[in-house]
């Protein structure tokens, strides 16, 4: 097999240009703060609801990352970006079998997967002429298992997995770094049902970034993606649950 090499500029967070989507709350807020504490010199805040961000310093955006015409109007609105998190996301919390389970898992697809390939195709020319820089893509832990109640948000982040995957390939030779992030439970929103062991937001903000700054290429933001990322050759997503 053919190998190629690809190089790109070390991402310095420092001087950057980002865009962080669902950055009203959770992770999206606490990469919207991390951004303007590490010094960047303008944080774009995407939310559904441009007036839910409240952040002082961030430049609010409206982007609904399902909706075509929202992702269509972005490029015009950040022409300066170096730096592209793709944060938003949904879990309805369902298994495959639920009430509503296709009608859920198309939500969770358009928003988990669909949108960041939207969004990072409508982007990929803009970090191309700023030097290349940088896209994070917020995974999970559950893009590489799943839990009884799981099936169709880890479908669509195994989706999202492996468009990381891809894009590093299309975008390697712009010079284009492509992170993917992985962490089990991180204490938002989203978990608030949940009664487990859950990461700060501000911890796994700090990994990414600092994954970022150092070149790397995937984030393992918590025990929990540590472990299961060593035993996916032990076919730790064959056990079940429950
Ligand atoms: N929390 C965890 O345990 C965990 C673990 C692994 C990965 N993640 C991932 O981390 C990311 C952030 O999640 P979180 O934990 O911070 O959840 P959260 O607190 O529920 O926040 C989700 C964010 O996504 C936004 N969003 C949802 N649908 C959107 C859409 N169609 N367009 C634009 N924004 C949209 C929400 O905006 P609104 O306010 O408008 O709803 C909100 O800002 C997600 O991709 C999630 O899958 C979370």
Redesign the pocket.
């Known amino acids: 097999m053919n190998m190629m090499i690809i190089i790109f500029r070390i991402m310095k967070i420092n001087g950057s240009v980002a865009l962080v ?8 807020l606490a990469f919207a703060k991390a951004l303007l504490e590490r010094g960047a010199k303008k944080v774009y805040a ?4 441009a007036e ?1 961000v409240t952040l002082p310093g961030v430049v609010a955006i409206q ?4 909706d075509p015409e929202s992702v269509a109007r972005l490029a015009a609105q950040v022409p300066d970006l170096t730096l592209l998190i793709n ?5 309805k919390g369902k298994g495959a079998l639920g009430a509503n389970a296709v009608e859920l898992a198309r939500q969770e697809m358009e ?2 997967y669909i ?1 960041p390939l939207a969004i990072s195709s409508a982007i990929a020319p803009i970090l191309a002429r700023n030097g290349g820089g940088a896209i994070v893509n ?5 893009s590489w298992a799943v839990l009884p109640t799981s099936a169709t948000y880890s479908a669509s ?1 195994a989706a999202a997995w492996a468009l990381t995957n891809g894009l590093r390939h299309e975008l390697g030779p712009q010079g284009t770094q492509v992170v993917g992030l992985h ?4 204490d ?4 608030a049902g949940i009664n487990a062991p ?1 990461s700060k ?1 501000e911890d796994v903000v700090k990994s990414a970034l600092d994954t970022v700054e150092s070149g790397g290429t995937e984030v393992l933001a918590d025990d929990v993606s540590k472990t299961l990322k060593a035993n996916l050759s032990n076919g730790v997503y064959l056990r079940t649950v429950g």
Do not use: E, H, M, Y
């Not at 982007?63 to 399902?66: K, N, P």
């Not at 938002?188 to 978990?191: A, E, K, P």
């Open positions: 989507t669902g950055a009203n709350r959770g992770l999206g995407a939310a559904r609801d839910s982007l609904d990352v399902t944060n938003a996301g949904i879990s928003t988990n949108g917020v995974l999970s832990a559950l982040k962490v089990g439970f991180v938002t929103d989203l978990t859950k937001p």
